[in-house]
Protein backbone atom coordinates (compact mmCIF):
# COMPACT_ATOMS: atom_id res chain seq x y z
CA UNK A 1 0.00 0.00 0.00
CA UNK A 2 2.02 3.16 -1.20
CA UNK A 3 0.61 5.74 1.31
CA UNK A 4 2.12 3.64 3.85
CA UNK A 5 5.73 4.08 2.94
CA UNK A 6 6.14 7.98 4.53
CA UNK A 7 8.77 8.30 6.64
CA UNK A 8 7.11 9.89 9.92
CA UNK A 9 8.39 13.28 11.69
CA UNK A 10 9.39 12.84 15.50
CA UNK A 11 7.54 14.96 17.51
CA UNK A 12 9.05 18.06 19.84
CA UNK A 13 9.71 16.78 23.06
CA UNK A 14 7.89 19.62 24.70
CA UNK A 15 7.41 20.03 28.58
CA UNK A 16 3.45 18.98 29.87
CA UNK A 17 1.79 19.93 32.69
CA UNK A 18 2.75 17.09 35.82
CA UNK A 19 -0.20 14.36 35.68
CA UNK A 20 -0.33 11.85 37.75
CA UNK A 21 1.06 8.66 35.63
CA UNK A 22 1.31 5.98 38.29
CA UNK A 23 -1.59 2.86 38.09
CA UNK A 24 -3.55 2.46 41.23
CA UNK A 25 -1.83 -1.10 43.19
CA UNK A 26 -5.05 -2.65 43.93
CA UNK A 27 -8.24 -2.60 42.77
CA UNK A 28 -9.95 -0.55 45.65
CA UNK A 29 -12.23 2.05 44.55
CA UNK A 30 -15.32 4.24 45.68
CA UNK A 31 -18.60 3.39 43.66
CA UNK A 32 -19.74 7.41 42.28
CA UNK A 33 -20.72 8.99 45.25
CA UNK A 34 -18.69 7.45 47.54
CA UNK A 35 -19.77 6.93 51.56
CA UNK A 36 -18.59 10.21 52.50
CA UNK A 37 -21.74 11.82 50.41
CA UNK A 38 -25.35 12.44 51.05
CA UNK A 39 -27.45 10.95 47.97
CA UNK A 40 -31.03 10.89 47.83
CA UNK A 41 -33.32 9.57 44.73
CA UNK A 42 -32.22 7.08 42.33
CA UNK A 43 -33.40 6.93 38.49
CA UNK A 44 -31.88 3.13 37.48
CA UNK A 45 -31.43 1.48 34.39
CA UNK A 46 -33.64 -1.23 33.43
CA UNK A 47 -31.39 -3.95 34.62
CA UNK A 48 -29.36 -3.36 37.89
CA UNK A 49 -27.55 -6.16 38.21
CA UNK A 50 -23.80 -5.81 37.60
CA UNK A 51 -22.88 -7.78 34.29
CA UNK A 52 -20.13 -9.42 35.76
CA UNK A 53 -22.51 -11.44 37.66
CA UNK A 54 -24.74 -12.81 34.74
CA UNK A 55 -24.07 -15.49 31.98
CA UNK A 56 -24.43 -14.93 29.22
CA UNK A 57 -23.95 -16.06 25.68
CA UNK A 58 -23.76 -14.99 21.96
CA UNK A 59 -25.49 -17.03 19.62
CA UNK A 60 -22.57 -18.95 18.80
CA UNK A 61 -21.99 -19.84 21.91
CA UNK A 62 -19.30 -17.63 22.79
CA UNK A 63 -18.69 -16.26 26.53
CA UNK A 64 -15.91 -14.17 25.79
CA UNK A 65 -17.47 -11.03 26.60
CA UNK A 66 -19.13 -8.99 29.63
CA UNK A 67 -21.87 -6.07 28.31
CA UNK A 68 -25.06 -5.57 29.93
CA UNK A 69 -27.58 -7.14 28.06
CA UNK A 70 -26.11 -9.24 24.87
CA UNK A 71 -30.02 -9.46 24.09
CA UNK A 72 -30.38 -6.11 22.74
CA UNK A 73 -27.46 -6.69 19.89
CA UNK A 74 -30.42 -6.06 17.31
CA UNK A 75 -31.09 -2.37 18.12
CA UNK A 76 -27.09 -2.15 18.31
CA UNK A 77 -26.66 -3.46 14.81
CA UNK A 78 -29.24 -0.74 13.58
CA UNK A 79 -27.33 2.07 15.25
CA UNK A 80 -24.35 0.79 13.57
CA UNK A 81 -25.57 0.71 10.54
CA UNK A 82 -26.64 4.02 10.60
CA UNK A 83 -22.93 5.35 11.47
CA UNK A 84 -21.77 3.73 8.58
CA UNK A 85 -23.79 6.11 6.34
CA UNK A 86 -21.91 9.06 8.15
CA UNK A 87 -18.58 7.34 8.22
CA UNK A 88 -17.69 7.33 4.58
CA UNK A 89 -13.44 7.85 4.83
CA UNK A 90 -13.36 4.75 7.28
CA UNK A 91 -15.67 2.64 4.93
CA UNK A 92 -13.54 4.02 1.72
CA UNK A 93 -10.23 2.81 3.37
CA UNK A 94 -11.72 -0.56 4.42
CA UNK A 95 -12.91 -1.54 0.65
CA UNK A 96 -9.39 -0.12 -0.57
CA UNK A 97 -7.54 -1.88 2.02
CA UNK A 98 -9.50 -5.03 3.04
CA UNK A 99 -7.81 -7.25 0.02
CA UNK A 100 -4.65 -6.40 1.42
CA UNK A 101 -5.04 -7.26 5.05
CA UNK A 102 -2.42 -4.56 6.11
CA UNK A 103 -3.43 -5.86 9.84
CA UNK A 104 -3.10 -9.33 9.25
CA UNK A 105 -1.63 -11.00 12.22
CA UNK A 106 -2.01 -7.93 14.33
CA UNK A 107 -3.95 -8.30 17.89
CA UNK A 108 -5.28 -5.25 18.99
CA UNK A 109 -6.05 -4.27 22.49
CA UNK A 110 -8.50 -1.49 22.13
CA UNK A 111 -9.43 1.21 25.13
CA UNK A 112 -11.61 3.97 23.55
CA UNK A 113 -15.43 5.28 24.06
CA UNK A 114 -17.75 2.00 22.57
CA UNK A 115 -19.97 3.95 20.50
CA UNK A 116 -21.60 2.96 17.06
CA UNK A 117 -18.65 5.04 15.62
CA UNK A 118 -16.28 2.95 17.07
CA UNK A 119 -17.71 0.07 16.23
CA UNK A 120 -17.61 0.73 12.49
CA UNK A 121 -13.89 1.02 13.52
CA UNK A 122 -13.74 -2.06 14.97
CA UNK A 123 -15.21 -3.78 12.35
CA UNK A 124 -12.77 -2.07 10.19
CA UNK A 125 -9.82 -3.67 11.59
CA UNK A 126 -10.62 -6.91 11.89
CA UNK A 127 -11.98 -6.58 7.86
CA UNK A 128 -8.32 -5.50 7.52
CA UNK A 129 -6.96 -8.61 9.34
CA UNK A 130 -6.72 -7.31 12.64
CA UNK A 131 -7.58 -9.52 16.21
CA UNK A 132 -8.94 -7.53 18.78
CA UNK A 133 -10.52 -7.21 22.54
CA UNK A 134 -12.08 -3.67 23.64
CA UNK A 135 -12.83 -2.03 27.18
CA UNK A 136 -14.36 1.80 27.36
CA UNK A 137 -11.66 4.50 28.44
CA UNK A 138 -15.03 5.98 30.44
CA UNK A 139 -17.81 4.45 32.64
CA UNK A 140 -20.20 6.59 31.03
CA UNK A 141 -20.15 6.44 27.16
CA UNK A 142 -20.85 3.08 26.02
CA UNK A 143 -23.76 2.72 24.39
CA UNK A 144 -24.97 -0.14 25.72
CA UNK A 145 -26.84 -1.69 22.74
CA UNK A 146 -23.82 -1.15 20.42
CA UNK A 147 -21.27 -3.48 22.94
CA UNK A 148 -24.26 -6.03 22.79
CA UNK A 149 -24.32 -6.12 18.76
CA UNK A 150 -19.58 -6.35 18.59
CA UNK A 151 -20.28 -9.04 21.30
CA UNK A 152 -22.77 -10.58 19.09
CA UNK A 153 -20.65 -10.66 16.29
CA UNK A 154 -18.10 -12.77 17.81
CA UNK A 155 -15.81 -9.36 19.48
CA UNK A 156 -14.50 -9.92 23.04
CA UNK A 157 -15.87 -6.45 24.59
CA UNK A 158 -15.69 -5.78 28.21
CA UNK A 159 -17.96 -2.64 28.77
CA UNK A 160 -21.31 -1.60 29.75
CA UNK A 161 -22.48 2.39 30.78
CA UNK A 162 -22.47 2.95 34.73
CA UNK A 163 -19.19 0.93 35.51
CA UNK A 164 -17.90 1.27 38.67
CA UNK A 165 -14.34 2.64 38.89
CA UNK A 166 -13.63 -1.35 40.02
CA UNK A 167 -15.39 -2.63 36.92
CA UNK A 168 -13.68 -0.36 34.85
CA UNK A 169 -10.10 -1.65 34.97
CA UNK A 170 -11.54 -5.24 35.74
CA UNK A 171 -12.32 -4.67 32.36
CA UNK A 172 -9.21 -3.68 31.04
CA UNK A 173 -8.00 -6.39 32.10
CA UNK A 174 -9.88 -8.88 30.82
CA UNK A 175 -9.28 -7.36 27.45
CA UNK A 176 -4.59 -7.43 28.31
CA UNK A 177 -5.17 -10.64 30.12
CA UNK A 178 -6.28 -13.58 27.99
CA UNK A 179 -5.63 -16.92 28.07
CA UNK A 180 -3.71 -17.86 24.73
CA UNK A 181 -3.67 -14.04 23.24
CA UNK A 182 -0.91 -12.14 22.99
CA UNK A 183 -1.60 -8.94 22.54
CA UNK A 184 0.92 -6.37 20.14
CA UNK A 185 -0.96 -3.44 19.31
CA UNK A 186 -2.79 -0.91 21.68
CA UNK A 187 -5.01 2.11 20.59
CA UNK A 188 -5.76 3.87 23.44
CA UNK A 189 -7.96 6.90 24.67
CA UNK A 190 -6.46 8.66 27.79
CA UNK A 191 -3.79 6.31 28.57
CA UNK A 192 -5.34 3.96 30.19
CA UNK A 193 -4.61 0.44 28.81
CA UNK A 194 -1.07 1.44 28.33
CA UNK A 195 -0.83 1.77 31.89
CA UNK A 196 -2.39 -1.12 33.38
CA UNK A 197 -0.44 -3.36 31.13
CA UNK A 198 3.13 -1.11 31.96
CA UNK A 199 2.52 -1.88 35.98
CA UNK A 200 0.49 -5.08 35.49
CA UNK A 201 2.10 -6.65 32.82
CA UNK A 202 5.67 -5.08 31.91
CA UNK A 203 6.44 -8.22 30.23
CA UNK A 204 3.75 -8.21 28.05
CA UNK A 205 4.32 -4.37 27.76
CA UNK A 206 7.41 -4.80 26.27
CA UNK A 207 6.63 -7.03 23.44
CA UNK A 208 3.83 -4.70 22.17
CA UNK A 209 4.73 -3.29 18.66
CA UNK A 210 3.04 0.38 18.94
CA UNK A 211 0.71 2.41 21.00
CA UNK A 212 -1.52 4.99 19.07
CA UNK A 213 -3.18 7.26 21.63
CA UNK A 214 -5.69 9.57 20.83
CA UNK A 215 -6.33 12.04 23.30
CA UNK A 216 -4.70 15.00 25.17
CA UNK A 217 -4.48 13.25 28.35
CA UNK A 218 -2.94 10.27 26.91
CA UNK A 219 -0.38 11.67 24.82
CA UNK A 220 0.64 13.91 27.81
CA UNK A 221 1.57 10.41 29.69
CA UNK A 222 3.45 9.15 26.66
CA UNK A 223 6.06 11.86 26.91
CA UNK A 224 6.23 11.82 30.38
CA UNK A 225 6.91 7.97 30.10
CA UNK A 226 9.52 9.11 26.98
CA UNK A 227 11.34 11.20 29.23
CA UNK A 228 11.39 9.32 32.39
CA UNK A 229 12.95 5.98 29.55
CA UNK A 230 10.08 3.96 30.78
CA UNK A 231 8.47 4.05 27.56
CA UNK A 232 10.20 0.78 25.78
CA UNK A 233 7.78 0.71 22.67
CA UNK A 234 7.02 3.76 19.90
CA UNK A 235 3.99 5.15 19.95
CA UNK A 236 1.81 7.45 17.36
CA UNK A 237 0.23 10.85 19.05
CA UNK A 238 -2.70 10.66 16.64
CA UNK A 239 -4.31 13.96 18.89
CA UNK A 240 -2.40 16.54 17.60
CA UNK A 241 -2.83 15.05 13.85
CA UNK A 242 -4.20 17.76 11.85
CA UNK A 243 -6.78 15.66 10.89
CA UNK A 244 -7.70 14.79 14.72
CA UNK A 245 -7.27 18.17 16.27
CA UNK A 246 -8.69 20.99 13.78
CA UNK A 247 -11.75 18.14 13.58
CA UNK A 248 -13.05 16.12 16.01
CA UNK A 249 -11.53 18.61 18.58
CA UNK A 250 -13.10 21.47 16.95
CA UNK A 251 -16.06 21.34 14.56
CA UNK A 252 -16.94 17.79 16.62
CA UNK A 253 -17.49 19.62 19.88
CA UNK A 254 -19.06 22.52 18.64
CA UNK A 255 -22.06 20.39 17.94
CA UNK A 256 -21.83 17.66 20.60
CA UNK A 257 -21.67 20.45 23.08
CA UNK A 258 -24.77 22.13 22.42
CA UNK A 259 -26.66 18.56 22.32
CA UNK A 260 -24.92 17.49 26.03
CA UNK A 261 -26.37 20.39 27.74
CA UNK A 262 -29.59 20.38 25.74
CA UNK A 263 -30.59 16.73 26.77
CA UNK A 264 -29.07 17.12 29.82
CA UNK A 265 -30.82 20.04 31.18
CA UNK A 266 -32.87 21.74 28.36
CA UNK A 267 -31.25 24.99 29.07
CA UNK A 268 -32.25 28.40 27.10
CA UNK A 269 -28.64 29.30 25.86
CA UNK A 270 -29.85 32.74 24.83
CA UNK A 271 -28.61 35.49 27.27
CA UNK A 272 -27.18 33.04 29.86
CA UNK A 273 -23.67 33.71 30.74
CA UNK A 274 -20.98 31.17 30.25
CA UNK A 275 -17.29 30.90 31.17
CA UNK A 276 -15.18 28.61 28.84
CA UNK A 277 -11.94 27.06 30.85
CA UNK A 278 -9.43 26.52 28.26
CA UNK A 279 -9.14 27.81 24.30
CA UNK A 280 -7.62 25.35 23.01
CA UNK A 281 -9.35 23.39 19.64
CA UNK A 282 -12.24 22.34 21.94
CA UNK A 283 -12.70 25.73 24.02
CA UNK A 284 -13.09 27.17 20.17
CA UNK A 285 -15.71 24.99 19.25
CA UNK A 286 -17.59 25.39 22.32
CA UNK A 287 -17.37 29.06 22.24
CA UNK A 288 -18.48 29.45 19.28
CA UNK A 289 -21.05 27.26 19.29
CA UNK A 290 -22.65 29.04 22.11
CA UNK A 291 -21.86 32.26 21.35
CA UNK A 292 -24.12 31.64 18.01
CA UNK A 293 -26.95 30.65 20.35
CA UNK A 294 -27.23 34.20 22.35
CA UNK A 295 -24.29 33.24 24.94
CA UNK A 296 -22.23 35.42 26.33
CA UNK A 297 -18.82 33.71 26.75
CA UNK A 298 -16.26 34.56 29.08
CA UNK A 299 -13.15 32.37 28.10
CA UNK A 300 -10.56 31.72 31.12
CA UNK A 301 -7.11 31.19 29.87
CA UNK A 302 -3.24 30.45 31.07
CA UNK A 303 -1.73 30.90 27.34
CA UNK A 304 -1.47 34.17 26.35
CA UNK A 305 -1.39 33.16 22.39
CA UNK A 306 -5.00 31.35 23.49
CA UNK A 307 -6.27 34.34 25.31
CA UNK A 308 -5.07 36.66 22.35
CA UNK A 309 -7.16 34.44 19.78
CA UNK A 310 -9.96 34.35 21.94
CA UNK A 311 -9.99 38.09 21.94
CA UNK A 312 -9.76 38.36 18.52
CA UNK A 313 -13.02 36.44 18.26
CA UNK A 314 -14.72 38.64 20.48
CA UNK A 315 -14.62 36.94 23.69
CA UNK A 316 -13.57 38.51 26.88
CA UNK A 317 -10.79 36.97 28.51
CA UNK A 318 -11.10 36.73 32.69
CA UNK A 319 -10.25 34.58 35.74
CA UNK A 320 -12.75 32.07 37.10
CA UNK A 321 -12.29 33.46 40.57
CA UNK A 322 -13.43 37.10 39.10
CA UNK A 323 -17.09 35.79 37.81
CA UNK A 324 -17.59 32.88 39.34
CA UNK A 325 -20.78 34.53 40.84
CA UNK A 326 -22.24 35.21 38.08
CA UNK A 327 -22.08 32.82 35.16
CA UNK A 328 -24.67 30.01 34.58
CA UNK A 329 -22.54 27.41 32.85
CA UNK A 330 -19.40 26.42 33.28
CA UNK A 331 -17.36 24.27 30.61
CA UNK A 332 -13.70 22.95 30.99
CA UNK A 333 -11.71 22.03 28.65
CA UNK A 334 -7.95 22.22 29.28
CA UNK A 335 -6.56 19.31 30.16
CA UNK A 336 -5.47 20.11 33.43
CA UNK A 337 -6.47 19.23 37.04
CA UNK A 338 -7.84 21.12 39.60
CA UNK A 339 -9.32 23.97 37.23
CA UNK A 340 -12.67 23.70 39.13
CA UNK A 341 -12.27 23.73 42.94
CA UNK A 342 -14.74 23.38 45.50
CA UNK A 343 -14.07 27.48 46.88
CA UNK A 344 -15.23 28.53 43.26
CA UNK A 345 -18.34 26.07 43.35
CA UNK A 346 -18.77 27.44 47.05
CA UNK A 347 -19.49 31.24 45.42
CA UNK A 348 -21.62 29.46 42.45
CA UNK A 349 -25.15 30.97 42.12
CA UNK A 350 -28.21 28.46 42.51
CA UNK A 351 -28.67 26.62 39.01
CA UNK A 352 -25.58 26.91 37.71
CA UNK A 353 -24.35 24.25 35.07
CA UNK A 354 -20.94 22.85 35.55
CA UNK A 355 -19.90 19.86 32.98
CA UNK A 356 -16.45 18.71 31.33
CA UNK A 357 -15.34 18.31 28.10
CA UNK A 358 -11.77 17.50 28.73
CA UNK A 359 -10.75 14.03 28.12
CA UNK A 360 -10.07 12.96 32.05
CA UNK A 361 -12.33 13.93 35.08
CA UNK A 362 -9.52 15.99 36.97
CA UNK A 363 -10.69 19.07 35.74
CA UNK A 364 -13.60 19.84 38.35
CA UNK A 365 -12.92 18.79 41.93
CA UNK A 366 -15.48 16.60 42.20
CA UNK A 367 -14.10 14.75 44.99
CA UNK A 368 -14.65 17.85 47.19
CA UNK A 369 -18.20 17.62 46.78
CA UNK A 370 -18.46 14.41 48.36
CA UNK A 371 -18.98 15.83 51.68
CA UNK A 372 -21.34 15.14 54.55
CA UNK A 373 -22.40 18.78 54.95
CA UNK A 374 -23.72 18.49 51.03
CA UNK A 375 -26.25 16.41 49.73
CA UNK A 376 -26.69 14.43 45.95
CA UNK A 377 -29.82 14.48 44.32
CA UNK A 378 -29.92 12.51 41.14
CA UNK A 379 -32.57 14.09 38.80
CA UNK A 380 -31.92 11.81 35.39
CA UNK A 381 -29.21 10.45 33.95
CA UNK A 382 -25.90 11.36 34.37
CA UNK A 383 -27.46 15.11 36.15
CA UNK A 384 -27.36 15.51 39.85
CA UNK A 385 -27.88 18.62 42.11
CA UNK A 386 -25.51 19.24 44.54
CA UNK A 387 -26.97 20.59 47.50
CA UNK A 388 -25.52 22.96 50.00
CA UNK A 389 -27.06 23.76 53.96
CA UNK A 390 -28.63 26.63 52.58
CA UNK A 391 -30.41 25.16 49.95
CA UNK A 392 -28.65 26.43 47.41
CA UNK A 393 -27.79 23.76 44.17
CA UNK A 394 -25.36 23.35 41.30
CA UNK A 395 -26.53 21.39 38.17
CA UNK A 396 -23.16 18.85 37.90
CA UNK A 397 -23.41 16.58 34.11
CA UNK A 398 -21.31 12.88 34.38
CA UNK A 399 -19.87 13.31 37.59
CA UNK A 400 -16.96 15.40 36.15
CA UNK A 401 -16.46 13.45 33.11
CA UNK A 402 -16.44 13.82 28.92
CA UNK A 403 -20.12 15.33 28.85
CA UNK A 404 -20.46 15.31 25.44
CA UNK A 405 -20.24 11.65 24.74
CA UNK A 406 -21.55 10.42 28.66
CA UNK A 407 -24.75 12.54 27.86
CA UNK A 408 -24.93 12.69 24.22
CA UNK A 409 -23.60 11.62 20.77
CA UNK A 410 -20.88 12.72 18.68
CA UNK A 411 -20.97 13.36 14.95
CA UNK A 412 -20.09 10.30 13.08
CA UNK A 413 -18.46 12.08 10.12
CA UNK A 414 -15.85 13.80 12.31
CA UNK A 415 -15.24 10.52 14.09
CA UNK A 416 -14.78 8.99 11.01
CA UNK A 417 -11.98 11.15 9.94
CA UNK A 418 -10.04 10.20 13.52
CA UNK A 419 -11.00 6.58 13.09
CA UNK A 420 -9.49 6.59 9.80
CA UNK A 421 -6.07 8.38 10.92
CA UNK A 422 -6.35 5.65 14.25
CA UNK A 423 -6.70 2.95 11.64
CA UNK A 424 -3.45 4.40 9.21
CA UNK A 425 -1.40 5.03 12.80
CA UNK A 426 -1.84 1.26 13.60
CA UNK A 427 -1.22 0.36 10.27
CA UNK A 428 1.82 2.06 9.71
CA UNK A 429 3.64 1.00 13.25
CA UNK A 430 2.63 -2.56 12.69
CA UNK A 431 4.24 -2.73 9.32
CA UNK A 432 7.11 -0.54 9.64
CA UNK A 433 10.07 -2.61 9.50
CA UNK A 434 12.94 -3.07 12.62
CA UNK A 435 14.85 0.63 13.30
CA UNK A 436 12.18 3.16 11.46
CA UNK A 437 10.73 4.14 15.04
CA UNK A 438 12.66 4.17 18.30
CA UNK A 439 11.00 3.87 21.85
CA UNK A 440 9.52 7.91 21.61
CA UNK A 441 6.69 9.13 20.53
CA UNK A 442 5.99 10.49 16.76
CA UNK A 443 3.01 12.26 14.79
CA UNK A 444 1.75 11.09 11.66
CA UNK A 445 3.12 13.01 8.42
CA UNK A 446 1.52 15.46 6.58
CA UNK A 447 0.80 13.06 3.75
CA UNK A 448 -1.04 10.28 5.69
CA UNK A 449 -3.08 13.17 7.18
CA UNK A 450 -3.76 14.88 3.69
CA UNK A 451 -4.86 10.93 2.55
CA UNK A 452 -7.52 10.65 5.48
CA UNK A 453 -8.83 14.51 4.33
CA UNK A 454 -9.31 13.12 0.26
CA UNK A 455 -11.26 10.21 1.63
CA UNK A 456 -13.90 12.46 3.07
CA UNK A 457 -14.10 15.01 0.17
CA UNK A 458 -16.10 13.08 -2.20
CA UNK A 459 -19.25 13.09 0.43
CA UNK A 460 -19.11 16.88 -0.75
CA UNK A 461 -18.79 16.26 -4.20
CA UNK A 462 -15.68 18.51 -3.47
CA UNK A 463 -13.04 18.74 -6.99
CA UNK A 464 -9.22 19.41 -5.85
CA UNK A 465 -7.78 21.52 -8.03
CA UNK A 466 -4.44 20.47 -9.79
CA UNK A 467 -1.25 22.05 -9.70
CA UNK A 468 0.37 22.54 -12.86
CA UNK A 469 4.16 21.24 -13.43
CA UNK A 470 5.24 24.97 -13.53
CA UNK A 471 3.06 25.89 -10.45
CA UNK A 472 4.93 22.67 -8.62
CA UNK A 473 8.30 23.50 -9.42
CA UNK A 474 7.78 27.45 -8.27
CA UNK A 475 6.18 26.26 -5.01
CA UNK A 476 9.05 23.38 -4.63
CA UNK A 477 6.24 20.68 -4.28
CA UNK A 478 5.36 18.06 -5.65
CA UNK A 479 1.97 17.46 -7.33
CA UNK A 480 0.60 14.94 -5.03
CA UNK A 481 1.66 16.74 -1.79
CA UNK A 482 2.40 16.93 0.97
CA UNK A 483 1.46 20.34 0.41
CA UNK A 484 2.46 22.23 3.18
CA UNK A 485 4.95 21.70 5.73
CA UNK A 486 5.35 19.84 8.89
CA UNK A 487 5.50 23.38 11.07
CA UNK A 488 2.35 25.01 8.90
CA UNK A 489 -0.37 25.62 11.19
CA UNK A 490 -3.80 25.16 9.87
Given at each position: ?130 SVRWAACNIYSTQNEVAAALAEAGFSIYAWKGETEED ?172 VTRNHMDKMKTGCIVCNMGHSNTEIDVGSLRTPDLTW ?49 LIELYNAPQGRYKQDVYLLPKKMDEYVASLHLPTFDA ?28
Amino acid sequence: MEFLEVPVQKTRNVRFVDLDTDFPPQFSFQKPGGSDASYTGSSSDEDEVNPRDKNQRNSKGSTDFCVKNIDNAAFGRREIEIAEQEMPGLIALRRRAENDKPLSGAKIIGCTHITAQTAVLVETLAALGASVRWAACNIYSTQNEVAAALAEAGFSIYAWKGETEEDFWWCIDKCINSEGWQPNMILDDGGDATHLMLKRYPAMFNMIKGIVEESVTGVHRLYQLSKSGKLTVPAMNVNDSVTKTKFDNLYSCRESILDALKRTTDVMFGGKQVIICGYGEVGKGCASALKGLGCNVLVAEIDPICALQACMDGFRVTRLEEVVKNIDILITCTGNKNVVTRNHMDKMKTGCIVCNMGHSNTEIDVGSLRTPDLTWEKVRSQVDHIIWPDGKRIILLAEGRLVNLSCSSVPSFVVSITSATQALALIELYNAPQGRYKQDVYLLPKKMDEYVASLHLPTFDAHLTELTDEQAKYLGLNKTGPFKPNYYRY
